[in-house]
């Protein structure tokens, strides 16, 4: 039988590796530039190198990104050099951070 405390330690470390796990994945940003502003569908274009969140090792890659915040459109302009976070949000990938 196993002591509560070990169950206990087990959980506590399991919790955090979790959070670690979520926390590396929000706070990697990449190298992206803008092409393209979409605002009505809500999407930007992005000539952008890796992106560890999607899995993405090469970079060189050109993608349209669905954005949370719909304020950002009046921060950018095509040509803009960005860095950003990307998560999937309901299935698709998400900038969920940008920085100029």
């Given at each position: ?7 206990g330690v087990?959980?506590?470390f ?18 992206a ?5 979409d605002?009505?569908?809500?999407k930007?274009?992005?000539?952008h190198?890796?992106i ?5 090792t ?8 669905k954005?949370?915040d719909?304020?950002?459109f009046n ?9 950003f ?6 299935g ?5 951070k940008?920085?100029?």
């Open positions: 039988m196993v002591p509560i405390e070990a169950v087990v959980t506590v399991a919790v955090a590796l979790a959070f670690s796990q979520v926390s590396l994945s929000q706070g990697v940003l990449s190298d530039q803008v092409i393209k502003i605002e009505q569908a809500g930007i274009g992005l000539t190198g890796p560890q969140s999607l899995g993405m090469e970079g060189g890659k050109t993608d349209d990104f954005v949370k719909g304020l950002v921060a950018l302009k095509v040509g803009d050099k960005i860095r976070a990307v998560e999937r949000v309901n698709e990938p998400t900038i969920t940008i920085e100029k």
